[in-house]
């Protein structure tokens, strides 16, 4: 199973960007979809998570100003961030977990976007 995001870029502080991330290949089901980041010497960390169930879990830096979505129907998630710091700033992954057409586990990540906040 792929993982593709895209959306990424540079923003100034205050503005809004949204990702968004398609998971491919042969899936029986996604149970979670969901987004991390990686700011440079930090520990890759929980961005918002989408589970199955329609559950949604955020990191406590986002809360509020961020959003997952998701459209099963295409396997794919979006995160909208509004009121972007320049503490956003950091590569955000996107990850796809349940089973693929074999009943297999999957647990995919994607390569991974930039997304840079600075005026």
């Known amino acids: 199973v792929q993982v593709v995001e895209s959306g990424g870029g540079l923003v100034q502080p205050g503005e809004s960007l949204t990702l968004s991330c398609e998971a491919s290949?042969?899936?029986?089901?996604?149970?979670?979809m969901g987004w991390y980041r990686q700011a440079p010497g930090k520990q890759r960390e929980l961005v918002a998570l989408?589970?199955?169930?329609?559950?949604?879990h955020y990191g406590d830096a986002v809360k509020a100003r961020f959003a997952i979505s998701r459209v099963n129907a295409m396997n794919t998630v979006y995160l909208q961030m509004n009121s972007l710091t320049p503490e956003d700033t950091a590569v955000y992954y996107c990850n796809a977990r349940g089973y693929e057409s074999d009943q297999k586990v999957f647990d995919s990540w994607g390569q991974g976007i930039q997304v840079t906040v600075s005026s």
């Open positions: 989408s589970t199955s169930g329609d559950r949604r």
């Open positions: 290949g042969s899936i029986f089901s996604i149970n979670d």
